[in-house]
């Protein structure tokens, strides 16, 4: 069973860090790609970021660029989101997301979600 | 960023009703687009994909269709339990979007 669990999250003032984590298991995790997905309190989903398997290819939204980094540890089988200069609006639930590389190549697989407060 | 409209934003319907919703890329993104349905608290579940192809355990009262910059998702006689928002999603570039999300509601 693919399993994707988040862990980081927390409260934080504006301008400060935050790293996230997922740890994955129930896959090959060095085969597949890797997003970041968001989503502010009452509000729609927003992709953030994605990694290729060996982290060759990293995209990222322009909402983020120059402040978020990802990265992985294939080895631990974990995925990374680095959050520098935090605002309030990157207040929201963060999601690691699995993509379908071998099917369909979408994402399909999601964790449940660590919830990040940005507030002095 | 290509950007992706979605209407209505919010509708309501009843058990039974069919039920469609639009998606428009602003420029054109092939047959690059996914649904997703969303209830409360929980994550995203992958409905459809390259626009028209059911993800495997999705009921077949769930269709998706279109290419280029429109979409349509109609779900054929809605059940008790596809209230919820759905998001389409653009697939065929970086940076990814999302659709800003349409709530379908209880009438």
């Known amino acids: 069973e693919v399993q994707l669990v988040e862990s980081g999250g927390g409260l934080v003032k504006p301008g400060g860090s935050l790293r996230l984590s997922c740890a994955a298991s129930g896959f090959t995790f060095n085969s597949s790609t890797m997003n970041w997905v968001r989503q502010a309190p009452g509000k729609g989903l927003e992709w953030l970021s994605s990694?290729?398997?060996?982290?060759?290819?990293?995209y990222y939204a322009d909402s983020v660029k120059g402040r978020f980094t990802i990265s992985r540890d294939n080895a631990k089988k974990s995925l990374y989101l680095q959050m520098n200069s935090l605002r309030v609006e990157d207040t929201a639930v963060y999601y690691c997301v699995r993509v379908d590389d071998f099917w369909s190549n979408y994402p399909l697989y999601w964790g449940q979600g660590t919830l990040v407060t940005v507030s002095s | 960023a290509i950007q992706m409209t979605q209407s209505p934003s919010s509708l309501s319907a009843s058990v039974g009703d069919r039920v469609t919703i639009t998606c428009r890329a602003s420029q054109g993104i092939r047959n690059d687009l996914g649904w997703y349905q969303q209830k409360p608290g929980k994550a995203p579940k992958l409905l459809i994909y390259s626009a028209s192809s059911l993800q495997s355990g999705v009921p077949s009262r769930f269709s998706g269709s279109g290419s280029g910059t429109d979409f349509t998702l109609t779900v054929s006689s809605l059940h008790p339990e596809d209230f919820a928002t759905y998001y389409c999603?653009?697939?065929?570039?970086?940076?990814?979007?999302f659709g800003q999300g349409t709530k379908v509601e209880i009438k």
């Open positions: 990694i290729s398997s060996s982290s060759t290819y990293i």
């Open positions: 999603l653009q697939n065929y570039n970086y940076p990814r979007t």
